[in-house]
């Protein structure tokens, strides 16, 4: 008898719930018949790209038969200034998921554990899943990572631990006391990823010197991304900082050409454009702070964010809210799972799309 797929199949993809993506905004509207519909579901940045970028990338298209630079070179040299490190410290990916992928797949091994907050970026657990790791969940208290619990998980057999801040979906982040704390409290020999991917939207005061545990060679690495605040997430480019080391583990398994050469260029014109990220905090702030407000009015709480979405507790059935809200135009993320049955994730877009999220919440309450 010839073996199935499934017996092929590494045992560990059992049991793995592939992550669901939204449908294309114009799919929805075709399927429903609408126009004009809003998509608040993916925490992309609804100023767009900025304009620099934009142009970056018109200029760049008649390169498109050349393959891109492996090495990054141009773009690894500006980061590198512009944190205070050398590009060998620096990694690029196809998106921070990428890195987060190299992680697991140059790290962990079956029976290996790893710690992570619950709920976290879904992710995680399915790295870990797929590697055939033993993952450690620990509870969030107060919406937050709980680093002082996720420290007091971590046993000899632990090899990463994931810390997302701020945390998605909840939008909390951890102090840089905290983590200065944790990171006293942990072995030496224990991974760190530090996502990091919407650290531009939280105050400096609120920002942990991560870069600083890397510039000591702790085996850290953080992440970040031009997905978020940059407005590209359609181009697919994100980076680690991490102590040469470690980059260089990871760059033995990354693909030769991962990041493309429109994303490289795109991403040097963002950071040359820091105008765009401060307006785009502030339409974030005002809209934060519309949003909690006008939530507030239904009686709805939500968890303090420092992001660009919140959670929601709607005190219904989040799927079937989502679905109510799409039928009028609006995409949300229903989270579900063991804590969030109950709860949305909305993205905070411009002024209009926060209003017409709210007008069709509340028609959705009511009816
Ligand atoms: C916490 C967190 N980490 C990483 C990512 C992945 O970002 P990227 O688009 O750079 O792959 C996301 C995207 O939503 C995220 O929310």
Redesign the pocket.
């Known amino acids: 008898m010839p073996k199935t797929l499934e017996e092929l199949a590494s045992s560990f993809l059992k049991g793995l719930i592939p992550y669901v993506p939204g449908k294309p905004v114009e799919e929805v509207e075709r399927e429903l018949g609408i126009k004009g519909a809003v998509k608040l579901a993916?925490?992309e940045n609804p100023l767009g790209a900025s304009p620099r970028a934009l142009r970056a990338l018109r200029e760049a298209l008649p390169d498109s038969h050349r393959y891109p630079d492996g090495g990054g070179y141009y773009l690894k040299r500006d980061l590198a200034d512009r944190l205070g490190v050398t590009p060998d410290h620096l990694i690029l990916g196809n998106?921070?998921?990428e890195i987060?992928d190299l992680m697991a797949r140059c790290f962990l091994l079956p029976g290996d554990e790893v710690v992570i907050a619950d709920p976290a970026?879904v992710i995680y657990g399915m790295l870990a899943h797929l590697q055939g790791c033993r993952k450690i969940l620990v509870p969030l208290k107060s919406w937050t990572h709980d680093l002082e619990a996720m420290a007091k998980a971590v046993t000899s057999k632990t090899k990463m631990v994931f810390i997302?801040n701020p945390n998605?979906p909840t939008g909390t982040a951890v102090t840089p006391a905290e983590i200065e704390a944790f990171m006293q409290a942990i072995p030496e020999d224990l991974l760190v990823v530090m996502?990091e991917?919407?650290i531009e939207y939280v105050p400096q005061e609120m920002v942990p010197d991560s870069l600083g545990f890397v510039r000591q060679g702790r085996w850290v690495i953080v992440?970040r991304?031009f997905?978020k605040i940059y407005g590209l997430?359609g181009l697919?480019i994100?980076y680690g900082i991490a102590p040469p080391p470690l980059v260089e583990l990871l760059n033995r398994a990354r693909a030769p050409f991962n990041t493309n050469a429109l994303a490289q260029r795109a991403a040097l014109a963002a950071l040359d454009d820091q105008q765009h990220v401060t307006s785009s905090r502030k339409v974030n702030e005002l809209g934060k702070a519309y949003l909690t407000t006008e939530l507030g009015r239904l009686g709805l709480q939500v968890p303090p964010s420092w992001a660009n979405f919140l959670l929601v507790d709607l005190k219904h059935d989040g799927a079937a809210v989502a679905e109510a809200l799409l039928r009028k135009g609006v995409i949300v993320r229903p989270l579900g799972g063991r804590y969030l049955p109950t709860h949305i994730r909305v993205t905070i877009g411009t002024p209009p799309e926060n209003e017409r999220f709210i007008e069709a919440l509340k028609s959705v309450l009511q009816s």
């Open positions: 993916s925490n998106g921070c998921n987060l970026f997302g998605n996502d991917a919407y992440l991304t997905s997430a697919r994100g």
